[in-house]
């Protein structure tokens, strides 16, 4: 049987309920640290990462994928997804990735989600 695609397998888990509460829950609190932070206007992008912030804590639709395919595209969460993969275990996927590896995640993506170009910043 030949093996699924890497996309098949991230697309597993966006379909994944608990993963979707499990990044919006990680989005979330990267906001707040944002927010907290909002502040200092030497840090590059400062409004676009705030905008982001609340635009996170102020959603349209909070039944929405919302920025879980982001992280499901991760490296590193789709690789620790991948490994802890047992078929027939619908939440074997996302039980493997662990809520530290989703925050690193969200906190690796926040520039680029919010459209901070770092070649830009000035």
Not at 23 to 38: G, I, N
Request: one cysteine or more; glycine letters at 6%.
């Amino acid at each position: 049987m030949p093996s699924r695609s890497a996309l098949v397998h991230e697309h597993d888990l966006i379909s994944n309920p608990v993963f979707c509460a499990r990044v919006r829950m990680a989005f979330t609190r990267v906001a707040r640290e944002v927010l907290s932070q909002q502040g200092d206007p030497g840090t590059p992008g400062n409004q676009l990462r705030v905008s982001l912030a609340r635009s996170v804590l102020n959603p349209p639709d909070l039944t929405a994928h919302g920025m879980a395919p982001v992280i499901a595209s991760d490296p590193d969460v789709s690789t620790a997804a991948d490994a802890g993969r047992i078929d027939g275990q619908a939440d074997s996927a996302q039980s493997a990735v662990t809520d530290e590896l989703i925050l690193a995640a969200v906190r690796n993506a926040w520039d680029l989600t919010a459209g901070v170009n770092p070649q830009n910043e000035t």
